[in-house]
């Protein structure tokens, strides 16, 4: 008898591609089991998915060799709507994945597509509205969702189609902790229920809960590993996978007792202590009201953030968190209360002029991007403000330097939106840095990222000379606490904790309250560091446990050590 | 497609009509203005035309630029055609006509019956347009392919008008996120211009942006689409559409409409027909 899935030697090159995105992949997938495909951007996760659901060789065209088979049938002699009755695919942005009016319509899409009678759509919405949790969404508007509840739906949206396969593709990226918890039950449930799911995710920690039954690691086009999760763990790159931090620790252990040595305590962020007493507000918001048209998103926030100051904001999708950027900015009026910068109202200041005080990066990079090259990206700003064009070509340079975008050959003539995803990212905030910001505002800086290109960006921002403040939007909580001197955690759009991260992480009710839940990194960091303000990444407190199991005399510490504090 | 087309005529009397009679209306009044010239009629139908137009209790305040689009391009193509014919001059004898001058350059002559025609003309156009504007903000979001659908359109094509209703109030949302992206960066809208020509000489920075990322954007759509087997072969559509009496009623009124103009047209109401007061002493 066939397996569900099998791939059986798959190489797949784009048309007008040089190199194959995908080389000689095999998996095969039963029914029941749960494989979760991991690896950087640009491993070949889109095309593995493509090929499953029959996009390749269906709508992109390009050389296939190897073949998929669903239940023993090649996909590629499968028309488009049979093998939509085998694989159901979530997208990555459900914003996108979504084309119905309503959440009725949107469920409703698949099956309207396949002709079944409106009785059979009927009761298959009411099966699954309730089981994906979603029945009280049923009325309403898709576009009046939040980012859950998009992705809920969406989920919901295929689980209509009742495949027998489900693809879903980075799941968790714009979600809330809770919401993801929430959502793998419900694919755990599907798995149990003798479905087979094919999950896409660089949040390797996060989709443990999910129970996967194998692992498929990828690496430019190619199967790194293929197994069980146990010796996935064992043989991932934690700078490169988001690893639960036991198993960091065990295997800085190992290496340890391998001898080789954890390294120094170095600590890649200069990590803060809580703002001195009477230190200077850069911006500081005064019971800001704010919203679109009628529906207020702030209701009176009221917090003051420090010019010398790391400060990450956290809290559920829809609390307010972009839209508190956006009323510094001046994107959004506020409709009452006020907002200070360096102490003087904004109420008066343009939003040009507040430009040269906060460089904002967007979440998506190619929102800002329009020129024509990257140099034209670059001087857009300068030139509106009126900056001399005889500095132009040292501060390209600068700014270039300062993102590691001048590493690109031949970048300066390059068409922004032809970099990749990471490199966009890193020209926006190029961007920023083009005005002479003093403090950045990053919203969600890793969303889309996978872990080492995250990490590598965030370090990049921590480099920046004469940057003396950052304040970041972001649901990935070990981002916030490891990163952050202070956290601004917001619900329903209200500030509902402002301290340090060890004392915002304390009361753990208002932390779950916040959809947020405890990672294994902030356990780690409360049992093995209570007291200290300051929280470590997995990898340097795994190096700093090894390091203190040791006998006294044999530790080393690096730059900054442990009590280095500040910009 | 994370923004939802403005109904802002939700709960008003049109917005309770089947979507499909909203449909058939402003077809059956195009079909009935598009034969008359005779200004008296014109103005009689442009009544019926806001009279109807009321009835989607669309709010002003949230329409007035689209109306001021509206305005500058029935205007522009009003004038332009007038400059261009001279007058629609059907039905009037060249020797009668009431010149007041002519324009320099096109030499074009401007008469009682060339402003007759620009003013009926324009009358007719934003009577169309009275029609039109409650197929945008007064039939329910998710009512508009099935409305076409149940018209025997086909249903990609059905499918396709209901998306494009989402799609531009979509890409809206996203030109306000691309020159929010250009504000951070020191470039002052406000300082382009006022005013809907200010607002299109606006937009202009942001056209490739935009549309560069809407593209993209519609590519994940129709992946999507496809893998939920859409255009595969005939598909139901959930929504159930019903007539009852009134909608049937405001059918044969608009039917009758077009009967009854139609069979003025016949006996003169296809001639232009001039303003006395237009026509000099």
């Known amino acids: ?567 | 497609m994370n923004v939802a087309p403005r109904y802002l005529g939700r709960g008003s009397w049109l917005a309770r009509r089947d979507p499909r009679v909203l449909i058939l209306a402003i077809a059956l009044f195009v079909f009935a203005v598009v034969q008359v010239w005779d200004g008296r009629l014109m103005v009689v139908l442009a009544v019926v035309a806001f009279l109807y137009y009321r009835t989607a209790g669309i709010p002003f305040r949230a329409v007035r630029y689209q109306w001021a689009y509206v305005l500058i391009f029935v205007g522009f193509i009003v004038t332009t055609n007038t400059i261009i014919t001279g007058g629609e001059l059907r039905g009037i004898d060249p020797r009668s006509v009431h010149t007041y001058f002519y324009l320099p350059l096109f030499g074009t002559p401007v008469s009682a019956e060339s402003t007759s025609y620009a003013i009926t003309q324009l009358l007719r156009f934003l009577s169309m347009a009275a029609l039109g504007f409650p197929i945008a903000f007064a039939i329910g979001p998710s009512d508009i392919g099935p409305a076409f659908a149940r018209l025997h359109v086909p249903d990609r094509f059905a499918y396709a008008i209901d998306l494009t209703f989402r799609f531009i109030p979509s890409l809206a949302g996203e030109m306000q996120t691309t020159i929010d992206a250009q504000r951070i960066r020191g470039y002052d809208y406000e300082r382009v211009g006022r005013g809907p020509l200010g607002r299109i000489r606006r937009t202009v920075p942001v056209l490739v942006p935009v549309t560069i990322n809407a593209i993209v954007g519609a590519e994940d759509t129709i992946d999507a689409m496809d893998l939920r087997c859409f255009g595969t072969g005939r598909r139901t559509w959930l929504r159930e559409l019903v007539m009852d009496r009134t909608d049937r009623a405001l059918l044969v009124g608009f039917a009758l409409l077009f009967l009854l103009v139609t069979v003025l047209a016949f006996n003169g109401a296809s001639n232009l027909w001039v303003f006395p007061f237009l026509i000099p002493g």
């Open chain 1, 1 to 567: 008898m066939s397996a569900l899935l099998e791939v059986e030697d798959l190489t797949f090159t784009y048309r007008r591609a040089t190199h194959p995105a995908l080389r000689g992949v095999s998996l095969v997938v039963e029914p029941g089991e749960v494989l979760l495909v991991a690896g950087p951007s640009g491993c070949g996760k889109s095309t593995l998915i493509r090929s499953i659901n029959g996009l390749i060789p269906h709508a992109y065209s390009g050389t296939l060799q190897g073949q998929v088979r669903l239940d023993g049938r090649n996909v590629a002699e499968m028309r488009l709507r049979e093998v939509a009755r085998y694989v159901g695919t979530v997208l990555q942005d459900p914003a996108k994945q979504i084309v119905g009016a309503t959440v009725e319509a949107e469920l409703a899409f698949g099956p309207e597509n396949l002709g079944l009678p409106r009785t059979d759509i009927r009761e298959r919405i009411g099966e699954v509205a309730e089981r994906s949790g979603i029945r009280p969404l049923l009325g309403r508007e898709t576009a009046q969702l939040s980012g859950g509840e998009r992705q809920l739906v969406a989920v919901a949206g295929i689980l209509m189609m009742r495949p027998r396969i489900f693809v879903v593709d980075e799941p968790l990226a714009n979600l809330d902790p809770v919401t993801a918890t929430r959502l793998l039950g419900i694919l755990r449930a599907l798995a149990d229920a003798g479905e087979a799911v094919v999950i896409v995710e660089h949040r390797v920690e996060d989709v443990l809960d999910l129970r996967p039954d194998r692992v498929l690691y990828l690496d430019d086009g190619r199967e790194v590993y293929q197994g069980a999760v146990a010796g996935f763990l064992a043989v991932a790159d934690p700078r490169a996978v988001k690893l639960p931090f036991d198993v960091v620790l065990e295997r800085v252990r190992q290496e340890s007792a391998g001898g080789r040595s954890p390294g120094p305590l170095a600590m890649p962020w200069p990590v803060g202590a809580e703002t001195p007493r009477g230190a200077p507000l850069r911006l500081e918001f005064v019971d800001v009201r704010a919203g679109f048209g009628a529906q207020e998103v702030l209701h009176g926030i009221s917090a003051g953030l420090g010019a010398r100051e790391t400060v990450a904001v956290l809290g559920p999708n829809g609390s307010g968190k972009t839209t508190l950027f956006r009323t510094a900015m001046h994107l959004l009026p506020v409709t009452s209360g006020s907002i200070l910068v360096d102490g003087a109202s904004t109420r008066e200041r343009s939003v040009a002029e507040l430009a040269q005080v906060f460089g904002y990066v967007f979440q998506s990079p190619s929102q800002m991007l329009f020129a024509r090259t990257v140099r034209e990206e670059l001087l857009f700003g300068p030139r509106n403000l009126g900056r001399d064009p005889e500095t132009f070509d040292a501060l390209i340079a600068d700014v270039l330097r300062r993102t590691a975008l001048d590493q690109l050959e031949g970048i300066l003539d390059r068409p922004p939106l032809t970099l990749s995803f990471g490199q966009q990212k890193r020209l926006a905030l190029a961007i920023a840095l083009a005005l002479h910001p003093v403090t950045l505002l990053l919203d969600e800086p890793n969303a889309g990222q996978d872990h080492r290109t995250a990490t590598r960006f965030m370090a990049e921002v921590a480099a920046i000379p004469q940057l003396e403040s950052l304040y970041f939007v972001t649901h990935d909580v070990d981002l916030a606490l490891t990163h952050a001197d202070r956290i601004l955690l917001l619900r329903d759009g209200r500030v509902v904790a402002d301290g340090p991260p060890a004392r915002v992480i304390e009361d753990e009710d208002r932390w779950i309250g916040c959809n947020l839940r405890p990672t294994s990194l902030m356990r780690a960091n409360a049992r093995w560091r209570a007291g200290q303000a300051s929280f470590l990444d997995a990898t340097t407190l795994a190096q700093w446990v090894v390091t203190m199991e040791r006998p006294a005399g044999a530790r080393q510490t690096g730059r900054g050590g442990l009590g280095s504090t500040g910009r």
